[in-house]
Structures are given as structure tokens and as C-alpha cells.
């Protein structure tokens, strides 16, 4: 198989994507004065639905994050309640993509924490988890809920292990064990049956995540992958990376063979990271990178030349990451086909970026909002592991979204050891993220050992003085008789 090499620059091809622009929202409709996460972690730090909008915050102690209703933009108070359970920094936030108020996050401190946002959002900081999930020995960088299932969710850790946990019962179900290093991405097929991974040891992986199974590899020695996303039903990957030039690159994967790419295209020369965005409604590819201002989009289709270079949004103000607004939640009247919330550290400032398609007449576009997947999932998290896959339930944009979700998520009650001795939790899994807090967690220890050792040798003394009282009873009865 040959490798195709193809230009960006535009051509003259018909698309009704073709004149697709981004436009910012005004200034009252962003959010400023967030003080997002200075974390140099590569991940977006923003999660997006139809409801809230939740940031990864800059915290002095542990590590917390704001979540902020989406029509309630405009400046943020100073004391904003935030969600600051976690003992170390959070690295990644996912909303529930059925339970519009449910969230997971995960941190350094090695755990998962699965929260639940009240209606109308924060009144006061929320310290406590529905489900606090604990499995992975090192800090934990990635979650992605499954698409089609309502109670699986995946985890990859610092570890080099993805877990697989079942909300229903509140624990881990399954351990993907086949990464030398860490997982830098994950990414689903459209049905959930497939997990595609990219690692640090410079493999493209796609797996089977009930067995664990690795069915198909990719040595990449000529494109560095840094992150992987599924192409929809197209069984596509494609994949943003370095070549061995050092220039940014984008790769096109068949799933069943990745022995060679497809296609490959060299982007520019800059360093920050590729973020890759698949609109699988539209077939279109938005590339964004960490710390450049600009967004390019892309069109897929299946013959040649592969990826078709449309446009690009472009803006002076670098972004260190990116929210997607899900379907629903999309303006159809205005033409919407996608939006992203873009994160700009140095202001403070969340901005609203709406990709339009141009259209003259104000009724309901069909042709650009096919049927999409809904709010109501396939199937239960039982049912999945199971091994049964079915592909998501489907909505109209034009009548569905606005229906409500009368789904109610239940955490399992899990009974909470404890063995607190003179203060500490034993069994509390939660390592020290500083050198100070390691010291301090020694000393401890070593005055609790120094303690039970007194206490030890109490206890002896008391001991043997009771058994020798004992023996003087013995020993004087019998001349009492």
C-alpha cells in the first residue's frame, strides 16, 4: 500500500461545507474571569453539555474545578463555589453523556470521582462524591464515558492501565493491561465495541475492551502519534502526531490494518499539540493546537484524496484547550453544525466559538442536521459487558432535543471503611503530592509506630504482672485448703 500524500490548500470541489466560518460570541456571552488551571497537563480542562460548562480551576490546596450553568455567562464572582473533593490536581473532566447533571473527573491523587451538579448549579462547595472509585496506584490522566451504555465508564492511569468501571455496582469490572507506557488518548467507535489508544511506547492501538484484546497495531516510527480519534462508521482512524521532521502531521488509519496509513499530511511546523475534533454528522475534521489561535477543518470522505482542507478559523488569542457542545445543544436556527469553548489562560476568559454554515432561508436545514445520537443510552452497563453492542439511539435536531431526559442516575450505597488511628486513615488511598506532604506523612507514622510500641510494651508489663498474680493465687489456695 502506498501512502498518499496530500495538500491542505484549498481546491475547487462542491461541499455545502465549503464556506462553513467560525464566529466568537459576543462579549457578554463568554465567561471571564475564570481562573482556569495553569496544569502544563495535555488535556482540554473543559467539559461541555447542553446545561453546564465545567473548568478546571487554579486551587492552592487539592485540586478542584467550577461548574457554571451555560446561560449564566458574563463575569464570574471571585467566590464562586467550586467541586473540590479531590486531594491532588484534577487532569480530566467528562460529563455523563445521559445524565446531563452527572460529571467524572480524575487526578493525581489516583483517584476517579463521579459527582452530581444540582439543577441550576453550585450554591456552595461541593466536597462530596456520589462514588469515589479507587484502583489505579499512580495518578489517573484520562476518563471517557462509554457512548452507548449508562453506567460503564474508562479510566487510564500513570500506571499504563485502563479500567473499566461499573457504576452500577460501583467498582472496577475489567483491567486493559497491554500499554509499556502511558496512554495518551482513547477514543470509541460509534457503538462502543472498539477502543482505539495512542501510548507514549509510540504504538497505535485498537482493542476489543470487554477481553482486552489487542486486534489490530501500528509501530508508528515515522509518524509520532500523540492523539487518536474514530472516523463515525467510516471504519476510519485518523490520527495528529509529529513526523520525523518535527512537523506536525495528521495520519488516516484503516481500523482492520493499520500496518501503513492511508494518507498522511504535514500541517506546519509549530510544537504545540494537535487536538483532533470528528463531527461524524457532517463528516467533518477540526484540528486545533494547544497554544495557536487558529482552528482548521477538514471534510473526510471515503475516496481519494481522503481529507479535503475547507477552511480556518483563525484569532490572536492562543487557546490551552477546547469544550464541545454535544448535538442538542446546538442554535439549528442559526445554522450551528458545532461549537467549542474555547480556554484562554492569560484573560481568564471562556469564549464561545460557533462553526456556521451559511444558509439565506430560516427554516429547518435537513440536509445539514441528519439524525444524531441522543440523550437516552442503548443499553445498561449489565447488558454491555454481557457482550451485547447496539449502536446509539438516534434524535431528529429538528423536534427531538428539546424533549427531557426523565432518566435518574443511581449510585450504588457502598459501605465506607474506615480505621482512623489518632487522626490518620490506614486505609485511605491517597498518596502525598509534595515532598513537605511526604515528610510530614512520615514523621506521623513514625510517631503512631512509637506510640502503639509504647503501648505495646504496656501491655506486656500489665501481662505478665497478671500472670504472675495468677500464680500466687495458685500457689497459695492449696495451703488454704
Known amino acids: 500500500m502506498t501512502v498518499s500524500k496530500m495538500s491542505w490548500r484549498p481546491t475547487y470541489r462542491s461541499s455545502k461545507f465549503r464556506n462553513v466560518y467560525g464566529k466568537v460570541a459576543n462579549r457578554e456571552h463568554c465567561f471571564d474571569g475564570v481562573p482556569i488551571t495553569k496544569n502544563v497537563h495535555d488535556n482540554h480542562f473543559c467539559a461541555v453539555n447542553s446545561k453546564f460548562l465545567a473548568v478546571v480551576t487554579e486551587s492552592a490546596g487539592g485540586g478542584s474545578f467550577i461548574v457554571i450553568p451555560v446561560s449564566q455567562s458574563g463575569r464570574l464572582d471571585s467566590h464562586y463555589p467550586k467541586v473540590c473533593g479531590h486531594q491532588g490536581n484534577v487532569l480530566d473532566i467528562k460529563w455523563n453523556p445521559f445524565f446531563e447533571n452527572i460529571i467524572a473527573s480524575c487526578s493525581e491523587d489516583t483517584s476517579v470521582r463521579v459527582w452530581e451538579i444540582p439543577e441550576g448549579g453550585l450554591r456552595r462547595n461541593m466536597t462530596e462524591a456520589v462514588l469515589e472509585l479507587y484502583g489505579h496506584s499512580r495518578r489517573v490522566g484520562l476518563i471517557e464515558w462509554h457512548p452507548t451504555s449508562s453506567g460503564i465508564l474508562f479510566s487510564a492511569g500513570y500506571d499504563y492501565k485502563i479500567l473499566i468501571w461499573n457504576l452500577e455496582i460501583g467498582d ?247 480505621m482512623v488511628v489518632n487522626g490518620i486513615d490506614l486505609l485511605e488511598n491517597v498518596p502525598p503530592r509534595t515532598e513537605n506532604e511526604l515528610l510530614r506523612m512520615f514523621f506521623r507514622q513514625q510517631d503512631e509506630l512509637r506510640r502503639l510500641k509504647e503501648e505495646l510494651t504496656t501491655k506486656d508489663v500489665r501481662i505478665r504482672q497478671l500472670e504472675l498474680e495468677l500464680n500466687n493465687l495458685k500457689n497459695v489456695s492449696p495451703n488454704n485448703v
Request: proline share 6%.
Open 172 to 418: 472496577p469490572v475489567k483491567m486493559i493491561d497491554c500499554h509499556a507506557d502511558i496512554i495518551l488518548s482513547m477514543s470509541f467507535n460509534t457503538d462502543g465495541s472498539l477502543l482505539a489508544t495512542s501510548c507514549k511506547d509510540k504504538k497505535l492501538r485498537v482493542i476489543e475492551p470487554r477481553s482486552g484484546r489487542v486486534l489490530q497495531q501500528a509501530n508508528c516510527k515515522n509518524h509520532r502519534v500523540n492523539r487518536v480519534v474514530f472516523l463515525g462508521n467510516m471504519k476510519r482512524l485518523l490520527t495528529t502526531g509529529v513526523s520525523r521532521w518535527n512537523t506536525r502531521q495528521i495520519a488516516l488509519w484503516d481500523q482492520e490494518d493499520l500496518s501503513m496509513p492511508i494518507a498522511e499530511e504535514d500541517i506546519d511546523g509549530l510544537s504545540g499539540l494537535l487536538f483532533p475534533f470528528y463531527d461524524a454528522d457532517t463528516h467533518m475534521l477540526y484540528l486545533a493546537g494547544k497554544g495557536d489561535g487558529n482552528i482548521r477543518y477538514f471534510e473526510i470522505t471515503t475516496e481519494k484524496p481522503y481529507i479535503q482542507y475547507l477552511m480556518e478559523f483563525r484569532s490572536p488569542a492562543p487557546q490551552k484547550g477546547l469544550g464541545v457542545m454535544p448535538k442538542h445543544g446546538l442554535d439549528v436556527s442559526a445554522c450551528e453544525v458545532y461549537r467549542f469553548y474555547k480556554l484562554v489562560t492569560l484573560k481568564g476568559l471562556i469564549e464561545p466559538v460557533s462553526m456556521i454554515v451559511p444558509r439565506r432561508s430560516d427554516t429547518y436545514q435537513e440536509d445539514i442536521y441528519p439524525m444524531t445520537a441522543g440523550t437516552e443510552p442503548a443499553l445498561s452497563a449489565s447488558e454491555w459487558l454481557s457482550g451485547i453492542d447496539r449502536d446509539p439511539i438516534l434524535m431528529s435536531m429538528k423536534d427531538g432535543y428539546h424533549r427531557p431526559n426523565r432518566l435518574v442516575f443511581k449510585a450504588p450505597v457502598k459501605e465506607k471503611k474506615a
